[in-house]
């Protein structure tokens, strides 16, 4: 008796939209050191590349309710599509209702101070 193999959720799909940031090692180059080059082709034309912007607090802000959702829903394997946008919505229903936030707590000031060529003092400019 052989062992069916499973396939994976996103071989089927037409278009796979990556969001990522713009970290230099994050590029389509990549796959080409990863995989043969008619591989990294074949990968390359499904792929759809969207980059956050280089100077983005709010990506923090992304990052950090991803990662949430990570921990509160999906910690587990969720191999059927139509699930995972189920336990999702439920997911995001109970969030919303326990009108949960996230405290900001990063200023500009220590935007500044931490990373001063990403946040320029306008204020000093004539």
């Known amino acids: 008796m052989h062992a069916r193999a499973r396939r994976h959720p996103l071989s089927d799909a037409e278009t796979i939209r990556v969001v990522q ?44 309710e991803i990662g949430v959702l990570r921990g509160q829903c999906l910690d587990r394997r969720i191999d059927d599509p139509k699930r995972l946008r189920r336990e999702i919505a439920i997911w995001e229903r109970q969030r919303n209702a326990a009108r949960s936030r996230i405290k900001w707590m990063f200023t500009t000031d220590r935007a500044r101070a931490k990373m001063g060529r990403a946040y320029p003092d306008t204020s000093k400019e004539s």
């Open 21 to 64: 940031d713009n970290l230099s090692t994050h590029s389509a180059g990549a796959l080409y050191q990863a995989f043969p080059p008619a591989e990294a082709r074949r990968i390359l034309r499904r792929l759809e590349f969207h980059y956050t912007p280089k100077r983005a607090s709010w990506l923090n802000m992304v990052e950090i």
